[in-house]
């Protein structure tokens, strides 16, 4: 057999063994005729893609349902399912402030989840990975599980990065942020912007191919699906929102030309504007120090004129971007994500209000995500097992191997025979390595 043919074998086997996994992964039990059914193959081919994948750890073989009781009449039919232990996803959400983490089955099941309060500057890089590192073994205890059980750990933080998990050297807060967490964590870990994985976990839970999902807390930061496609570019800049600087309409604001979150200049704009405000307002009855983006909120559903006008200028700069956006990249919705989108809805009235009617052309709906908080490490979860899901053959479970080596160290040896040139073959042996996976 020559190599072209050895190799066309391979990714052959490989491309029916990732169909027929992730036809695992979205059923409970499945037969080999319903795999047939929707793959395609033949049922040579399925039995001997699913042995392949029982040998390998991602499944297991269940007997039929009153199968003691069938007697003799008919073969029964041979039954799989996804074995529950063949390993976890976690999900980090490394945050500035703040560390989430999410362990869950490849079902994406939820089994375990931690948070933590953190002061990343006094930290530092290798305070922030041995933080991470520390509460995902409290999740992964929580779920019962190892970390030798982890397939993929997937880690958002407030940073561009680019397709090989990097951040701009010349970035001394993007590098604390994305603080070389693949050095800590056990096993493949996957680096990514944080607005990114919210657009993913927004993808997963209102598909859209044409959305920008405005991560806005503290920091403000985008993900955009165009075309059904995640924009990152060369450094992963995409969505950095370095254009709010031109469009404030006042430079002699700067904050208003930064990418604070509408967390952050609900805050400052408050803790600024009380000291000198004629009027009458909730605000100043509470201390400076403890005016927040909550409190200017309730303030402002109950009346408050100060607090009403922040968020009219919050909806005024809303407005902007939607409408950059939307000249740019034609974009259907613009969701705001993170953990001020439960209170967003005032702001998002008036932004509505001020998007124009005869643009000619549509203006993208503003919308507040559902996930809150949690779209950050949901949408990590989520990236980790399509991964696996596209790539499983790059995951084989750790656990299952080293029982596998566990099993061949305790095998008794035969020595040879006199005139005994070899010994006989183990099963397996005698074929490509990759056929053995």
């Not at 059914?37 to 033949?42: F, K, P, V």
């Not at 990097?166 to 993007?174: I, K, Q, R, T, V």
């Not at 075309?227 to 450094?235: A, E, H, M, V």
């Not at 503003?366 to 790539?391: C, F, M, Y």
């Amino acid at each position: 057999m020559n190599g072209t043919t050895a190799n066309s074998t391979h990714l052959l086997r490989q491309i029916n063994s990732e169909a027929l996994l992730r036809f695992a992964l979205q059923e409970q039990v499945f037969t080999a005729a319903e795999a047939m059914a929707e793959s395609g193959l033949t049922r040579a081919t399925v039995l001997g893609v699913c042995d392949g994948l029982v040998a390998a750890g991602w499944l297991e073989e269940v007997e039929e349902p009153n199968a003691a009781g069938r007697g003799s009449k008919g073969r029964p039919a041979r039954r799989y399912q996804l074995r529950e232990a063949v390993g976890v996803v976690v999900g980090l959400d490394a945050g500035e402030g703040h560390f989430t983490t999410v362990v869950a089955d490849l079902r994406g099941h939820e089994l375990g989840k931690r948070r933590l309060s953190v002061d990343s500057h006094a930290l530092g890089r290798a305070g922030r990975r041995a933080s991470a590192r520390k509460l995902v073994r409290q999740a992964l205890d929580d779920a019962g599980h190892s970390e030798t059980a982890v397939l993929l750990t997937v880690v958002g933080v407030p940073a561009p990065v680019d397709v090989n998990g990097l951040s701009p050297a010349d970035g001394e807060f993007w590098q604390l942020m994305n603080s070389g967490f693949d050095s800590e964590l056990q096993g493949p870990v996957l680096v990514d912007n944080d607005a990114n994985l919210a657009a993913i976990a927004e993808g997963a839970h209102e598909p859209s191919a044409n959305v920008a999902t405005l991560l806005t807390g503290e920091r403000f930061g985008a993900g955009l699906i165009v075309d059904g496609n995640l924009l990152r570019g060369p450094r992963g800049g995409a969505g950095e929102m370095r254009f709010l600087g031109t469009i404030s309409g006042n430079v002699s604001k700067p904050e208003e030309g930064s990418t604070d979150g509408f967390g952050a200049l609900a805050r400052k704009w408050a803790r600024s504007a009380v000291p000198s405000y004629d009027g009458k307002t909730l605000l100043r009855k509470i201390p400076g120090e403890e005016i927040n983006a909550e409190v200017v909120f309730e303030a402002a559903r109950e009346g408050d004129p100060l607090a009403q006008d922040i968020i009219a200028r919050l909806g005024a700069r809303l407005a902007h971007i939607a409408v950059v956006l939307s000249s740019l990249l034609d974009i259907d919705r613009v969701v705001i994500a993170g953990g001020i989108s439960g209170a967003i809805e005032p702001v998002l009235d008036h932004a509505r209000s001020l998007l124009p009617t005869d643009s000619g052309f549509p203006l993208p709906e503003l919308v507040a995500s559902r996930l809150g908080a949690e779209a950050v490490v949901q949408g990590a979860v989520e990236l980790a097992l399509n991964r696996i899901r596209r790539e499983p053959a790059n995951f084989l479970p750790k656990t299952w191997a080293r029982r596998q080596q566990k099993l061949m160290s305790l095998t008794p040896v035969r020595h040879l025979a006199r005139g005994e040139s070899e010994r006989r073959k183990l099963p397996g042996e005698g074929r490509p390595a990759h056929d053995r996976q």
